[in-house]
């Protein structure tokens, strides 16, 4: 019983160690796979945007179209709710930028103070910029603009391009326009000042001719005004009576001897003459 028994104890530590000595297989690791659970939406949540794609600029407003002599460039930006209004604030602004590339004025005024006592030192600087221009922007055109739409606002781009000197052809029309009316104004001062003077000489002519009619005893009969009447031509009697029958007087034309002989016989004693000569 002894023997058997160590036989077989002994077989089983030769498997054993046999088995110890063969080379070990590296077992791939477990595979876990995440489960996502869905939670369902707050049902008074708040909407939230999703961003939308921004469109870029047109490369000619980052990078404008160089001036040359014969033209310059400006271009503007501007949006609105309205796709009109945004074009016209857009144009609005390169126009702006125009006007101030040709005439702009720009001040500057710096004011500096700087104390120290000896252990801290303060400076301060304010630098005051002033830019006014003013003028008249005739013949700018329209070279490109574009127009973009994100859901809400319309935004637009707009480069405009102003002519110069010659090249300008509705400034040159406003110019010849504008010489005309001065032309035509200047004309009609020339001639007010001729009228002017024309008048002038005459009522110096009447004086003179006032002096010299003064010098020679010369007078003006009485004017009669157009408002009041000529008095009528008195009228006495054509015939008087006399003891030989009625007597035909004078017929004449002098109105101031007609007045006289008819206030003559009205008068108590009046005497009328008759002659006759052969």
């Not at 530590?13 to 595979?31: G, K, M, N």
């Not at 000197?165 to 032309?183: C, D, I, P």
């Not at 007597?247 to 004693?269: C, F, I, P, Q, S």
């Amino acid at each position: 019983m002894k023997v058997s028994t160590l036989v077989t104890l002994a077989s089983v530590a030769l498997l054993t160690a046999c088995a110890s000595q063969q080379p070990q297989v590296a077992q791939p690791a477990p595979q876990y796979q995440r489960q996502y659970v869905q939670q369902s939406a707050h049902p008074y949540a708040m909407t939230q945007e999703v961003a939308k794609p921004v469109n870029p600029a047109p490369r000619w407003f980052t990078n404008l179209p160089p001036d040359t002599p014969d033209m310059i460039f400006a271009a503007g930006t501007a949006q609105s709710t309205d796709e009109q209004m945004a074009y016209d604030k857009a144009r609005l602004q390169a126009e702006r930028k125009l006007v101030e590339m040709m005439t702009a004025r720009v001040k500057s005024s710096t004011k500096s103070y700087r104390s120290d006592n000896g252990d801290t030192m303060s400076e301060r600087t304010d630098v005051t910029i002033q830019k006014n221009a003013e003028g008249d922007l005739i013949g700018a055109q329209r070279v490109d603009s574009q127009a973009t739409f994100d859901g809400r606002r319309y935004k637009v781009y707009v480069l405009l391009r102003l002519p110069l000197a010659e090249n300008n052809s509705l400034r040159k029309e406003r110019e010849a326009a504008q010489l005309k009316r001065e032309t035509a104004l200047r004309a009609q001062k020339a001639q007010q000042d001729l009228e002017r003077e024309s008048e002038r000489n005459r009522q110096a002519q009447e004086r003179a001719d006032e002096r010299l009619k003064q010098e020679i005893g010369l007078r003006d009969p009485a004017p009669v005004s157009r408002n009041e009447s000529v008095p009528p031509a008195v009228k006495g009697p054509e015939t008087v009576p006399t003891s030989e029958g009625d007597l035909k007087l004078l017929d004449v034309d002098n109105k101031e001897y007609r007045a006289r002989r008819a206030e003559a016989m009205t008068k108590e004693g009046a005497v009328v003459g008759n002659s006759t000569m052969r």
